[in-house]
């Protein structure tokens, strides 16, 4: 999508955000959800592109900020106590432009450092530390909804922040640009590794790193909902246990479908699931239990 439309699409986000009384305009006349819809439906003005846009920022709306987080095991940390000729050798292979900086565990973060912090520097400064460098970061609950989120960090300059969980702790990091892509699909550049191909129809494996929604639209079909928010945690809370490749899972099919689908654990990256198979299941087996490896069927016998 052409950057001019996206910037459209966030000038809308922030129009819609003030509406509804979850950004800096709350406290002011309020607007529900539905008589906003009401008032876009009534519009004559508005032309068919503006309505799907509108109705797409409007849908975005449900998702929350831990739904793209990046999550904290995908997370490149930095501690406060590294010099910067160690923290830039640690960098120079990671493709990210700002870094949170931890005091201890993942769970201490104090703050951020940018790339130009570690890269731009005065020869002689061996001994500076990471810590002395740090900029105040962002934080934001996991609860909070995309366009509230959205419209915040805008309003505050800020391009990253720190997502905790209910108790206190880290549970990833959101960027600015996560946020925006929600809204209007991924923003590629040269940077960025080269998009995997949407073949027609379901594909053969998937990220196991999809949350629900993008895992629907790529797939196809939707995963049953849970206490789970992406592919390897659906697999994960059926399985019972932490999943090993080779372990699989039906899919029940929908009542208008008539078959399921199997879920496969290609590969793992360290305990989380990497890359998911996918294949259509026979009727008959469309009802069957989470499947053990032949590892645990041996086991058993």
């Known amino acids: 999508m052409p950057r001019t439309l996206a910037r459209l699409v966030v000038r809308a986000a922030d129009a819609i955000t003030a509406l509804l009384g979850v950004g800096h305009a709350a406290g002011r006349e309020r607007i529900s959800e539905a008589d906003l819809r009401d008032l876009i439906a009534a519009n004559t003005v508005l032309d068919p592109v503006e309505r799907r846009i509108i109705d797409e920022v409007l849908a975005a709306g449900a998702s929350l900020v831990r739904e793209v987080m990046m999550p904290r095991t995908d997370v490149v940390f930095l501690h406060a106590n590294l010099t910067l000729a160690d923290a830039a050798e640690m960098v120079r292979a990671e493709t990210h432009t700002r870094y949170p900086v931890v005091d201890g565990t993942h769970d201490d973060v104090v703050g951020f450092v940018h790339l130009r912090d570690l890269l731009i520097r005065p020869e002689d400064d061996g001994c500076v530390t990471i810590g002395e460098l740090t900029r105040e970061v962002k934080r934001l609950p996991g609860s909070k ?121 290609l590969e793992l990256d360290g305990r989380r699931v990497a890359r998911v198979g996918i294949t259509p299941l026979p009727l008959a087996q469309a009802v069957i239990p989470a499947t053990r490896t032949a590892t645990e069927r041996a086991r058993v016998s």
Do not use: C, K
């Not at 590629?188 to 999809?210: N, Q, S």
């Open 145 to 265: 909804r995309v366009l509230a989120a959205l419209s915040e960090m805008r309003r505050e300059r800020q391009h990253l922040a720190v997502v905790e969980d209910e108790y206190g702790g880290t549970a990833g990091i959101v960027t600015l640009e996560d946020l925006i892509e929600e809204l209007v699909g991924e923003i590629h550049d040269e940077y960025d590794a080269a998009p995997e191909p949407v073949a027609a129809g379901v594909p053969a494996e998937v990220d196991g790193r999809l949350n629900l929604a993008d895992f629907a639209e790529r797939a196809g079909f939707e995963l049953p909902p849970g206490p789970y928010e992406t592919v390897g945690g659906y697999l994960m809370a059926r399985l019972g246990r932490l999943p090993v490749a080779g372990d699989e899972v039906p899919v029940p099919a929908p009542d208008d479908a008539p078959s399921g689908w199997r879920l496969r654990v």
